[in-house]
T-cell receptor
Framework: GIQVEQSPPDLILQEGANSTLRCNFSDSVNNLQWFHQNPWGQLINLFY???GTKQNGRLSATTVATERYSLLYISSSQTTDSGVYFC???????????FGTGTRLQVFP | GAVVSQHPSRVICKSGTSVKIECRSLDFQATTMFWYRQFPKQSLMLMATSNEGSKATYEQGVEKDKFLINHASLTLSTLTVTSAHPEDSSFYICSASAWTDDQPQHFGDGTRLSIL
């Protein structure tokens, strides 16, 4: 099956710093999404981004489908950005999501 | 926006008990729902795909007799953990497949199951 690797696995930042999270897929996928899981376990959808670039406030994401990777940019990080970030994609002809290994982000004041 | 309600949010029960978790799409219909399991500090692992009116499709390694899934209507899927044991303790989260709010899947808030 498809393998989804995320890097870095852990990231510690001071408030105000910028960061880039990466997601690599072993095969092509549909429905590529980025999520933020808060400390209560809730999954917050950040982006649906099968290709191209999207921006939402301090967050932006870029997917290069032909090279099977996606990037999530966080600018001017805040303590509320802390949590685990997951990317996920669907194998072709399915809707099920295969989640990546996750990046645990801690932002300190 | 599309809302998926998952209930209960937290369950603590004795070993041997069967536990039912409900996943409801509140303002849309979902022919397909998914069930995931997440162990502490790990990623979400897909357990099964639930299709309304038909048998669920289980991922490799997931015991279908242990994790009973019923998708009796377009707004409700249930996961029953039968004769639960401590190793079944985990965070279970469901999602519903529907194209709304610029995303293909909508997630419930999860159920934290603790078996004593």
């Amino acid at each position: 099956g498809i393998q989804v690797e995320q890097s870095p696995p852990d990231l510690i930042l001071q408030e105000g710093a910028n960061s880039t999270l990466r997601c690599n897929f072993s095969d092509s996928v549909n429905n590529l999404q980025w999520f933020h899981q808060n400390p209560w376990g809730q999954l917050i959808n950040l982006f649906y981004i099968p290709s191209g670039t999207k921006q939402n406030g301090r967050l932006s994401a870029t997917t290069v489908a032909t090279e099977r990777y996606s990037l999530l940019y966080i600018s001017s990080s805040q303590t509320t950005d802390s949590g685990v970030y997951f990317c996920a994609g669907s194998p072709y002809n399915t809707d099920k999501l295969i989640f990546g290994t996750g990046t645990r982000l801690q932002v300190f004041p | 926006g599309a809302v998926v309600s998952q209930h209960p949010s937290r369950v603590i029960c004795k070993s041997g008990t069967s536990v039912k978790i409900e996943c409801r799409s509140l303002d849309f219909q979902a022919t397909t729902m998914f069930w995931y399991r997440q162990f502490p500090k790990q990623s979400l692992m897909l357990m099964a795909t639930s299709n309304e009116g038909s048998k669920a499709t289980y991922e490799q390694g997931v015991e279908k007799d242990k994790f009973l899934i019923n998708h009796a209507s377009l707004t409700l899927s249930t996961l029953t953990v039968t004769s639960a044991h401590p190793e079944d303790s985990s965070f279970y989260i469901c999602s519903a497949s529907a194209w709304t709010d610029d995303q293909p899947q909508h997630f419930g808030d999860g159920t934290r199951l603790s078996i004593l």
